[in-house]
């Protein structure tokens, strides 16, 4: 039998609101993160305009010592902390330094890359016969595990420390890894989540393949269109989002707040056959995916009220809400609400699933629908699947009992997680 | 350089290392660096670092594996300061 998992705190660090009461507002506003960035500009990007999460000297110097931010240089491990920690404070747990490690609680956060600015630095240095001369952070910055090293050293956890990657699924695929190890007993709790990089050296190759819009440079915030005719590519982005999975009973006996259940998720590969590629999914595991994430929860399609997508405003939207109707057998009038995160805070690219998660768990606690911005003109192809009610463009208040997630990335891979009301 | 002038140089190069201030407090000739300061062993090559950089001079691998206390570190910051 496996053990029911809850979700007991969430952490979030986002272009347009780090901490959940200024994420909360900003979401439920339609408040967009989005800017121009002048450092994309001075090295002739296309796509100038991107979504930084600002993290100032004093909110640093909360989470890491002097110590720890001497030669540190690494945005995707100062996003996951920041976030990581915040939830486990928000769940309740306790932050003081521990004699022994907490061997029934664990952290899998996920990561793209990992301090690609201390990367660079390190690779001038070598190349000018400095080696000696790197220091002795280096490692722990760049290996692709620095984050959840970090996580897991501050917080002294003693059960599984490990680091995910799968391109823009990371996110969504970590939190089915934590949700499998509560279920399987192997955990009490499990700190899940993902971080991004920030910056041109983890953009420019999106950049290069021209899958970013060049368009909105001089508007940025109208620039992440998911669902829109006029959308012309996604907008890069970064940040980190956390949840602490918790085995039910072990929430109750603590008297713990819940935001709501996991009840199930899947992931799974296209294999880059059919019209799947390294960077196009492949429609029938898409589907797949989503199936077999209903069935894993014991959720009938029809009960689904809401969606959040992947949705990035890439030429690929309509070809996801397609997928979704033929996953779920629904379309028209009788499609769930739908809505994209992305809209908001662009791509977070690694982060995105994590981000989008804690985001979905929000709207379900609260009860309501963020609203998609720059959505005005819905895609036509989009509309002949589903009704134009569907896309809510301004908040919605309903009580939600059933939201499914999905991410897709890079590599023809698939994520799918269904959130309960609990 | 006296050995007093290089240690009240060598203090603030070592301070943001330190795990035990009490020890630090009472730094003697033969405090250690990784047993009586606590610091992280993965740390004495950030304090060497700094140190090249403090006195400006380079500091061989043979030299800094000796640099563990307090006597050793001065012997060998002398050492490479005289043979400039």
């Known amino acids: 039998m496996k053990k029911r998992v809850v979700i007991t705190g969430l952490g979030i660090v986002a272009p347009n609101g780090i901490g959940l009461e200024a ?8 408040i967009s993160g989005i800017e121009f960035h002048p450092e994309l500009e001075r090295l002739k990007f296309s796509c100038q305009i991107a ?14 010592s002097e110590l720890e931010l001497r030669s540190f240089n690494s ?14 404070k928000d769940a309740g747990l306790t932050l003081e330094n521990n004699d022994q490690p907490d061997w029934d609680s664990g952290t899998i956060f996920g990561s793209g890359t990992s301090g690609i600015e201390t990367f660079r630095e390190a690779i001038y240095k070598i190349d000018a016969f400095q080696t000696r001369r790197l220091g002795s952070t280096v ?26 990657s799968s391109a823009c699924t990371t996110g969504t695929e970590s939190i089915l890894l934590g949700l499998e190890r509560i279920q399987n007993g192997k955990a009490k709790r499990m700190l899940v989540g993902s971080t991004s990089d920030s910056g041109p050296y983890i953009w420019g190759g999106f950049d290069a393949m021209r899958v970013c819009t060049f368009k909105h440079n001089n ?10 005719a006029s959308a012309s590519g996604f907008v890069p982005s970064s940040g980190a989002g956390a949840l602490v999975l918790e085995e039910l009973e072990s929430a109750l006996d603590r008297g713990a707040k819940i935001y709501a259940e996991i009840s199930g998720g899947n992931v799974n590969s296209g294999g880059q056959r059919g019209t799947g590629t390294m960077t196009a999914p492949n429609p029938i595991a898409v589907q797949k995916c989503i199936r077999a994430a209903l069935e894993d929860a014991g959720i009938h399609p029809n009960e689904i009220d809401a969606i959040n997508g992947h949705l990035t405003a890439t030429s690929k939207d309509a070809l996801e809400i397609e997928n979704w109707t033929q996953a779920l057998q629904r379309k028209g009038i009788h499609f769930p609400y739908i809505n994209s995160l992305k809209s908001m805070i662009g791509h977070g690219l690694s ?8 985001a979905t768990v929000l709207q379900i606690y609260y009860g309501f629908i963020f609203p998609n911005i720059n959505c005005e003109d819905v895609h036509p192809n989009i509309l002949e699947l589903i009704d134009e009610n569907t ?3 301004q908040m919605i208040k309903k009580s939600l009992n059933v939201v499914a997630k999905a991410s897709f990335g890079f590599g023809d891979v698939n994520g799918c997680l269904i959130f309960k009301k609990y | 350089m006296t050995k007093e002038a290089i240690i009240e140089k060598l203090k603030p190069i070592v301070q943001p290392f330190v795990k035990n201030e009490e020890a630090f407090k009472n730094l003697t000739d033969t405090t250690d660096f990784i047993t009586d300061l606590n610091i992280n062993s993965a740390n004495l090559v950030d304090i060497v670092l700094d140190i090249e950089e403090a006195f400006h001079i380079e500091i061989d691998n043979e030299s800094m594996e000796k640099m563990l206390n307090v006597e050793n570190t001065v012997a060998i910051i002398q050492k490479k300061l005289a043979a400039q």
């Open chain 1, 23 to 30: 994420f909360t507002h900003a979401i439920k506003n339609g």
């Open chain 1, 139 to 164: 490692v722990a910055q760049t290996m692709a595990s620095g984050v959840s090293a970090y996580i897991g050293g501050k917080l002294g956890l003693g059960n599984q420390v490990s680091t995910n």
């Open chain 1, 51 to 64: 979504g930084t999460p600002k993290i100032s000297e004093e909110i640093k110097r909360n989470y890491f």
């Open chain 1, 75 to 88: 945005s995707g491990i100062l996003y996951g902390v920041i976030a990581a920690l915040d939830a486990w």
């Open chain 1, 391 to 393: 896309i809510p463009k």
């Open chain 1, 219 to 228: 508007a940025p915030e109208n620039g992440s269109r998911p669902m829109s």
């Open chain 1, 351 to 358: 982060a995105s699933g994590s981000m989008e998660s804690v």
